[in-house]
Structures are given as C-alpha cells and as structure tokens.
C-alpha cells in the first residue's frame, strides 16, 4: 500500500424489494460526496454500497409476479444501478447479497460465533416482518388495525413459531457499554449515541440468526451438532435452514474488502472509517454488529454516521406511503448535478428534514442558476467582453478582498465534510459565492472597463484585478465543490481556461488541497467559452409537470 491514507467507506445495503426512491439513494448519494472528496484529497479510497437481497417478503412478491426470486432481485438491482449511475454514484464495488463471496463471508462469520459459544438453539415465538425480520413487542405499533411494523405500516406481520439459532447478543451487554465509554465519538451524532446507550443499559436480548422455513436465503452452514450442513455434492441440507436476513446483511461490509478470501486485502482495508446509515437501522449497526464483529474477533467501525429521514409533511418519505419521488425523474428535471446539489444542500445529513419539489426547485434557482451559475457566467462574460478573452492572475491574496473571505469560506467548509454535516459544508461556499456576488457591484467592472477605454491606467489595473479575483473565486468553488458537483466542474474548469486533472470518480491528480490556496492556478492563458451550467427552471409547475410523484 502507498503512503497514502487509506479511508475506507459503505452505506447501508439497500433492500432490493421494489424500484429505489430519491430517499432511498439520499445517503448513497451524501458517502459519494464524501468518497469523492476523500479521493481527490489524496486519500486512497474504497467506497462500499450495494442491495440487500433475501428475505421472504422479495419471495413472496417474485412468486406473485410467476418469477423466480433471483429472476426479481436481478431485475430490481439493474433499477438501482441505473438510478445510481443517473445520480452519478461511483463506488468501488456494488455489493450484493446473493455474490458468491458473500455467501462465504457469513458462513464464516457463523462458525466464528459458533465456536466461541455464542449461538444456540432454541425455539423462537412472535411477530415476523416480512421486511425486516423478527420484531421485539415494544419495538411494534399497534392501532385500531392491527399490530404493525413501524418501518413497513403497510405490510402485513406473521405470528411465528420455530426452533432456530440464536446470537448471544445479552453476552455483550458490558463490552458494548465499556467501549461506547471508550471510544464516545463512534456513533454520531451524539444523540443518536445516546439513544443507543440508552437501549443497551434496558438488557439486551439474543437474536435470531437462522429461519426454519424461508429458502430464499444464504444456507445455514451447521446442523444442530456444530457440523457441517454441507452435502457431498457440494449443496446444502435445506433441513438446516437459512441465515436471518440482518446476519447476512451487516456481514456485507467485511465481504466486501476481502473477508475470509483474501487476507492481506482484508487487513489492509479494515476496519470501516466511516459507516454511513438511516436513523431506522441505528440498533442493528451499533448493537447487533459489533457485537457480531466481537464474536468473530475482528475489530469495530471506527465511526458509524447516523442520517435522519426525508419527510414530506411531516411524514416519513417511502414507497409504502405513496410520497416519495422517483431519481431518475428528478434528475430528468434538475440534472445530475442539480439534484445531487439541492439534496445535500436542503436535507439535513444530521437529522430528518421536511422536503417538498417546491423548496427543492427554490433552491436549485437560487443558489445554482442565480449565484453560482450566474457568478461564472457573467465573470467569464466580462472577461470576453472587456480583456479579450485574455485570463488576467488574481491579485495578491494580501490585496485581494475575496481572498481573505475564501480562506473562511474554505476552512469551514472542510471543517464540515469531515464532520459529515455536508449541508452545511455547502453552505459555506455558497456564502462565498454571495460574497463574490457582492464583489461584483461594489466594483462594477463595467464601470472600470468605461474608465479604462477612456485612458484612465489605473482603472485598467484595478480591471484586471477584479476580474482575476473573480474568475479565480469560481475557479477555487468549482474544484472545492467537484465531489457535490462532479460533472459541473470539469465544465467549471473547461469555461475558466485551466486544466482539471482529476478522473471522473474524483481519482487521479494532485492533493485537492494544493489547488484550493488563492492564486494556486495556471497563470496566463485563455478563457473558453461561457455556457450556461444550470439554466434556471422558469417555473415550479412546470417542474412538477416534467418529474412528478414516484408511483
């Protein structure tokens, strides 16, 4: 491995039950910011995502659809993938539950807590989500309906009784509380810690780890004697049943990086820096898989990140509820970039956050197509109009007003993408960009270019600079920006005349650091030619007309 810092990245896999929503990708699209930022920083980086593929629910649907579940799964990842590949998602690997590797990967980890005694047999009797797997009573709603699931309200429980393997989870109980006492900034933000330490000190409960009667799973390697379940032929004794759904899931993010293949590539990458997850799955994330990770003997994350929902109305974003809106729409109207752009910038990372198409074309209007679409735009047009297309160098940072705002602008803004609250990092820059804005009619270059054409030297100097401070200030916000915006800035840089020598995945080229001090860029030279990069969406109807409401 080179010198290079290694930051290794996942998501939470998605569950591949139905066609994705905006709100599905919301965090996926947050760890490719960040993925992005921490490649072009110099980091080496390896970005983790992928779909979650078995559990009765998807047999269930594939069997009414008269498809075989595997048959529904493909077709449901290749949805994913395409809304990903809409929204710009560059991971190192798309994982998915059903790969071979994977498969492995759990078997392991199941006679990893085997043999150190943590799983036993025992009967199991109660309430199974379809969704999401066996539910505790307190974690159940219940209303004049029925008892229900609170993450799937529309999917009907079944009242289950089987003898399967359990997880030792209540073993764990003091080794979770003495390492969340040790290592306090692991799950953030703090209240999302707190409310996990506040489950753990209740007692924690075993798990299930296996299904009786489910064979649209990853097989259960052991019989009840700690045995193989493996046939001569290589199968498995369906007699032995199938690994529960959440075991399987949470074991992605070692398979990932090589676990149990490849050991070397394993040690190099793990553990996770940076596990990025819903507020939903918290207890499975920060309970459940470290002590599974403890069990196998392996170490823990070093910080899980914990995101809110996207609400409308006060409601929880989803497809079950009818409100939620489809990607692939909305990057049809907004753009790759556009959407990447107002969703991290109007959704809170840190917290759940009210949506609507309304807020979402205000901000794409005010802040892309008026400040920094129009900032570009009208500094390159300038440039043409009033120096002949000739790129002038920035002044001095010591001379220059913007430079001195740029160097608070870009302090906090990193400051927040290393934090993860990127709507905040965004905001940082896009005051800048007010900023520069400003600077734009309090020196009215169109009143300096008159005074120049009419002798006045000094007038011509301080019109040079000017007009250098300005393209410079759109010049350090495109690169800054790339990992939000990752197919504007190449254009950023295309319009402004300088190079942009980072690969498509934000791979590639120097420390983005070295490129983000006042007056790092190419000297001399010419600008290209102003295009638009987000022409302004002339009204929020028609937005509606052209990307309306998943179904």
Same mark, same amino acid.
């Given at each position: 491995?080179?010198?290079?810092?290694?930051?290794?990245?996942?998501? &939470?896999?998605?569950?591949?039950?139905?066609?994705?929503?905006?709100?599905?990708?919301?965090?996926?699209?947050?760890?490719?910011?960040?993925?992005?930022?921490?490649?072009?920083?110099?980091?080496?980086? /390896?970005?983790?995502?992928?779909?979650?593929?078995?559990?009765?629910? !998807?047999?269930?649907?594939?069997?009414?659809?008269?498809?075989?579940?595997?048959?529904?799964?493909?077709?449901?990842?290749?949805?994913?993938?395409?809304?990903?590949?809409?929204?710009?998602?560059?991971?190192?690997?798309?994982?998915?539950?059903?790969?071979?590797?994977?498969?492995?990967?759990?078997?392991?980890?199941?006679?990893?807590?085997?043999?150190?005694?943590?799983?036993?047999?025992?009967?199991?009797?109660?309430?199974?989500?379809?969704?999401?797997? /066996?539910?505790?009573?307190?974690?159940?709603?219940?209303?004049?309906?029925?008892?229900?699931?609170?993450?799937?309200?529309?999917?009907?429980?079944?009242?289950?009784?089987?003898?399967?393997?359990?997880?030792?989870?209540?073993?764990?109980?003091?080794?979770?509380?003495?390492?969340?006492?040790?290592?306090?900034?692991?799950?953030?933000?703090?209240?999302?810690?707190?409310?996990?330490?506040?489950?753990?000190?209740? %007692?924690?409960?075993?798990?299930?780890?296996?299904?009786?009667?489910?064979?649209?799973? !990853?097989?259960?390697?052991?019989?009840?004697?700690?045995?193989?379940?493996?046939?001569?032929?290589?199968?498995?004794?369906?007699?032995?049943?199938?690994?529960?759904?959440?075991?399987?899931?949470?074991?992605?993010?070692?398979?990932?990086?090589?676990?149990?293949?490849?050991?070397?590539?394993?040690?190099?990458?793990?553990?996770?820096?940076?596990?990025?997850?819903?507020?939903?799955?918290?207890?499975?994330?920060?309970?459940?898989?470290?002590?599974?990770?403890?069990?196998?003997?392996?170490?823990?994350?070093?910080?899980?990140?914990?995101?809110?929902?996207?609400?409308?109305?006060?409601?929880?974003?989803?497809?079950?509820?009818?409100?939620?809106?489809?990607?692939?729409?909305?990057?049809?109207?907004?753009?790759?970039?556009?959407?990447?752009?107002?969703?991290?910038?109007?959704?809170?990372?840190?917290?759940?956050?009210?949506?609507?198409?309304?807020?979402?074309?205000?901000?794409?209007?005010?802040?892309?197509?008026?400040?920094?679409?129009?900032?570009?735009?009208?500094?390159?047009?300038?440039? &043409?109009?009033?120096?002949?297309?000739?790129?002038?160098?920035?002044?001095? *940072?010591?001379?220059?007003?913007?430079?001195?705002?740029?160097?608070?602008?870009? &302090?906090?803004?990193?400051?927040?993408?290393?934090?993860?609250?990127?709507?905040?990092?965004?905001?940082?820059?896009?005051?800048?960009?007010?900023?520069?804005?400003?600077?734009?009619?309090?020196?009215?270059?169109?009143?300096?270019?008159?005074?120049?054409?009419?002798?006045?030297?000094?007038?011509?100097?301080?019109?040079?600079?000017?007009?250098?401070?300005?393209?410079? *200030?759109?010049?350090?916000?495109?690169?800054? *920006?790339?990992? /939000?915006?990752?197919?504007?800035?190449?254009?950023?840089?295309?319009?402004?005349?300088?190079?942009?020598?980072?690969?498509?995945? %934000?791979?590639?080229?120097?420390?983005?650091?070295?490129?983000?001090?006042?007056?790092?860029?190419?000297? %001399?030279?010419?600008?290209?030619?102003?295009?638009?990069?987000?022409?302004?969406?002339?009204?929020?109807?028609?937005?509606?007309?052209?990307?309306?409401? %998943?179904?």
């Amino acid at each position: 491995m080179s010198a290079a810092r290694r930051f290794y990245l996942t998501t &939470a896999i998605a569950y591949a039950n139905s066609r994705p929503g905006l709100h599905t990708l919301y965090e996926v699209v947050g760890a490719d910011a960040i993925a992005r930022w921490h490649r072009m920083r110099g980091d080496e980086t /390896f970005f983790l995502t992928g779909t979650d593929e078995y559990s009765v629910n !998807i047999a269930i649907t594939a069997a009414k659809l008269g498809k075989t579940p595997r048959q529904f799964v493909d077709e449901m990842v290749a949805l994913f993938r395409a809304a990903e590949d809409a929204l710009g998602i560059a991971p190192d690997r798309f994982i998915r539950t059903t790969d071979p590797d994977h498969v492995r990967a759990v078997h392991e980890m199941i006679r990893r807590a085997y043999d150190r005694g943590d799983l036993y047999q025992g009967t199991y009797e109660g309430w199974y989500c379809p969704n999401e797997g /066996f539910r505790a009573p307190s974690d159940l709603v219940e209303d004049a309906t029925g008892v229900h699931c609170p993450n799937h309200p529309g999917v009907e429980l079944q009242w289950l009784s089987e003898r399967n393997w359990f997880f030792r989870l209540s073993a764990y109980q003091e080794r979770l509380e003495r390492y969340y006492a040790e290592h306090p900034d692991w799950v953030q933000p703090e209240y999302r810690r707190n409310e996990m330490l506040g489950f753990i000190r209740q %007692g924690l409960e075993d798990f299930s780890v296996s299904r009786e009667q489910a064979p649209w799973g !990853i097989p259960f390697p052991l019989r009840a004697d700690g045995s193989t379940a493996q046939l001569p032929d290589g199968s498995w004794d369906p007699a032995a049943g199938t690994v529960y759904v959440w075991f399987d899931a949470l074991t992605n993010y070692v398979t990932g990086v090589g676990f149990p293949d490849d050991p070397e590539r394993f040690t190099r990458w793990w553990p996770a820096d940076l596990h990025i997850i819903g507020k939903d799955i918290n207890r499975l994330h920060t309970i459940m898989w470290p002590a599974m990770l403890m069990s196998a003997g392996l170490p823990l994350p070093r910080r899980v990140w914990v995101h809110g929902w996207l609400l409308v109305q006060g409601e929880r974003m989803s497809k079950s509820r009818g409100n939620f809106l489809d990607p692939n729409a909305v990057v049809a109207a907004l753009g790759t970039d556009g959407t990447r752009y107002v969703l991290l910038r109007e959704v809170a990372f840190d917290r759940d956050t009210d949506v609507s198409w309304d807020s979402f074309v205000r901000r794409y209007n005010a802040d892309l197509a008026n400040d920094f679409g129009n900032l570009v735009n009208r500094s390159l047009s300038m440039t &043409a109009r009033y120096l002949g297309g000739e790129r002038p160098a920035p002044r001095a *940072a010591a001379d220059a007003p913007l430079a001195a705002a740029w160097r608070a602008a870009r &302090a906090v803004h990193e400051e927040k993408v290393a934090a993860c609250l990127l709507h905040d990092a965004l905001a940082a820059l896009w005051e800048f960009v007010g900023a520069a804005n400003r600077f734009v009619d309090a020196e009215q270059p169109w009143v300096l270019a008159k005074a120049a054409r009419a002798g006045d030297t000094a007038a011509r100097v301080r019109l040079h600079g000017v007009l250098g401070d300005l393209l410079e *200030a759109c010049r350090l916000v495109g690169f800054a *920006a790339a990992p /939000f915006i990752p197919r504007t800035a190449p254009r950023v840089a295309e319009q402004l005349g300088v190079p942009y020598p980072y690969e498509p995945d %934000g791979n590639g080229g120097p420390p983005l650091g070295e490129l983000l001090d006042w007056g790092s860029g190419p000297s %001399g030279g010419r600008i290209g030619t102003p295009v638009p990069l987000f022409p302004r969406l002339e009204t929020e109807a028609e937005l509606v007309s052209r990307a309306g409401p %998943g179904q």
